[in-house]
């Protein structure tokens, strides 16, 4: 399986937020590797909400990177998240369970106010992150042109 293959056998990876599963802006891929796109997926959460581990992992990272507070999550399979803006008392090394809490949803950075940031990698390259939570609708062709 590649990054770039929409077919590949995904792990299920649990929702990280409580409450209703709503995307505020979408993951849109480049057309480069340098281009403009959102890699990543903004979820709808209120200030202070907490977010769970989606799945097992180890802390890669917690910090500031320019002003966004994020944390970052090296899972098995080569799978790495990345959660902002997020506030934790975790450090790097901590082993994380799926559905633990992790953090709780801060303020700062790109994302809007009431959102949370979830961007995900897979072996370097961004992925959509809905792919691991099998919540990507697929295309559905109808016939073109029927007779009117």
């Known amino acids: 399986m590649s990054a770039g293959d929409p077919a590949g056998d995904y792990p299920r990876w649990a929702w990280p937020l409580d409450g209703a599963h709503e995307v505020t802006a979408p993951y849109r ?4 590797e340098y281009g403009p796109g959102h890699r990543g997926t903004d979820l709808a959460s209120a200030p202070g909400s907490v977010v769970h581990a989606p799945a097992d992992g180890v802390v890669a990272f917690r910090g500031f990177v320019v002003d966004r507070a994020l944390l970052t999550i090296e899972h098995p399979g080569g799978y790495v998240s990345t959660f902002e803006p997020l506030t934790s008392d975790l450090s790097p090394g901590d ?41 990507v609708p697929r295309a559905v062709l109808l016939p073109c042109c029927a007779p009117l």
């Open 95 to 135: 082993v994380v369970s799926a559905g633990q809490p992790i953090g709780s949803v801060a303020t700062g950075g790109h994302a809007v106010e009431g959102t949370l940031h979830l961007g995900v990698r897979l072996g370097g390259a961004y992925i959509n992150p809905m792919l691991l939570f099998g919540d």
């Open 29 to 32: 891929a480049p057309a480069h």
